[in-house]
Structure formats: C-alpha cells, structure tokens
C-alpha cells in the first residue's frame, strides 16, 4: 500500500491544489489528512470541501477545532484568521445548496486519532493528539520525547510543528533538506519507533517554501516530497482580506 500524507492545509487552495496534483502523479492507493485543513488562508471552505471528497482519513486539527468553538492558546493574529475563518465556514454553511454539504458538520465529526495496524495518525502528539507541539530541539527534552514515545506501539505520523523530519528514540531528528531542484528525500524508517512529521502542505516553517507532504510505501519507506506552487498569489488574497494580517501571507515566501 502507497499512503500520502498530508497535514496543515491552513486555507491555501493554491498549495493544495498542486500538492494533489503532484499526489496523482505518484499513484498512491490513498491520501490522509492531519488536521489544520482551515485557518491562517484566505480559502477555508474549498480546501475542506476538496480534503473531505480527496482523502480517505482525515484527523482534527486544533485550527479545525477552533473554527468551530470557542479560540484558546492562539496569539491575536491567529485568532483573528480562526474567527473569520468561522464567519466564513458559517456563510458558506447557511447557503440552500450546501444544506446536506455541510463544512461545519464535516469538521465537527473528525476525530482525533486514527489506528492502522502498528501506525497511529494525529494531529500534535501521540500524547495530546490535538496540540502538543514536537519540535526538533525536543531532542534536549528526554524525557517528553521518553513519556510521548511510550504511546506509540511503532510509528506515529503528526503534523502541527509544520516542520517535517523524522524522530528516533535515540533521541534523534532527521531533518530531509531538499536544495531547489530537488523535489524529493526518501529514508528508512528504523524498526524500533518513529515519529514522523510530515511537514506543512499550506504552511511550511522550515526555510522552504514549497509545499510540503509525505508518501509511505510498504511497511518503513517514506518519501518527503516539496512541490512548487504559486504562493505570491495566496499572498495576494491575504493581503485583500482585512481580517487577516498580512504577516500570514508575507510568512508564505520565506517559508518560515
């Protein structure tokens, strides 16, 4: 079986977009989502509306999760996005023709983890699947590394960070860095445990601006791939949107 994984979408179409196409081009048996499908990007509803017919498992995100209930631990920019993201999901629900269509109802029913054999899929952490954060210099940390690792029977895959790279028990991070021209980073998952971040499909935070996903083939072998999309241009509706601050969208160049 060939997975690919996707996680934190943030309402940017235009990474979406090409992040499936470069998924069909790949002839992968199915796609998984991580959560954070809304929030920060200028287009919440289309990207739900695509994630829910593409994927055949998607998890929740605290982005998702926020849109629908009341905002807690975000900073004031992000809470903005997540109340109009609200205000948009809201609009977009009380339309006659999307009655049985319903974004809120798709959100509100994902859950929050997701079992396959020995792999686990969550948004945050095996720990708190919903929003603890696991970054690289959790290596320093552990005994957190230690308490999440014991959670996980083989492999998690996780998004949130939007920071891909792979964590070992060693404790180790294995950061794939891809130069410009090359699209793809494959490793060997060792046979003990590993936490695999699958980086940021409408977000990336690690230097590169590309999109961001994973491919899983057989049992260990993973493939982070980073596609090319047309960020100016979400950049642009951020910009044209009041509620949403224009860092969001100038963040989208650098990557970071």
């Known amino acids: 079986m060939k997975q690919a994984i996707i996680s934190d979408v943030h309402g940017n179409l235009e990474a979406l977009h090409a992040v499936l196409e470069d998924i069909d081009r790949q002839g992968v048996d199915a796609i998984y989502c991580l959560g954070d499908i809304v929030g920060y990007g200028p287009n919440p509803c289309e990207c739900a509306e695509i994630v829910r017919d593409r994927c055949s498992v998607v998890i929740l995100g605290n982005h998702d999760q926020g849109a629908l209930f009341d905002p807690e631990g975000f900073n004031t920019g992000a809470e903005k996005a997540i109340r109009w993201t609200r205000s948009q999901i809201e609009a ?46 959790d ?4 005994l957190k590394l230690e308490h999440i690792f014991g959670l996980v029977e083989q492999y998690c895959f996780q ?10 028990t060693g404790p180790e991070f294995l950061q794939p860095v891809l130069p410009a021209g090359q699209q793809e980073w494959r490793h060997e998952l060792p046979s003990t445990k590993a936490m695999v971040n699958v980086g940021s499909v409408g977000q990336p935070r690690d230097g590169d601006r590309r999109a961001c996903y ?35 969208g100038d963040r989208l160049l650098q990557g970071k």
Not at 139 to 142: A, C, D, L, R
Not at 159 to 168: A, L, M, N, V, Y
């Open 214 to 248: 994973v491919i899983v083939e057989g049992p260990s072998t993973v493939r982070f791939r980073r596609v090319e999309y047309p960020c100016e241009t979400t950049r642009q509706k951020i910009h044209a949107i009041a509620d949403l601050d224009n860092y969001l």
């Open 159 to 168: 998004g949130h960070t939007h920071i891909p790279g792979i964590f070992t």
């Open 139 to 142: 290596i320093y940390n552990p």
């Open 92 to 137: 977009h629900d009380r339309l006659p023709k999307h009655r049985h269509n319903q974004v809120g109802d798709f959100l509100g029913e994902l859950p929050r983890t997701f079992h396959q054999e020995k792999m686990l899929f969550v948004h945050g952490s095996a720990r708190r699947p919903l929003d603890e954060y696991v970054f690289p210099e």
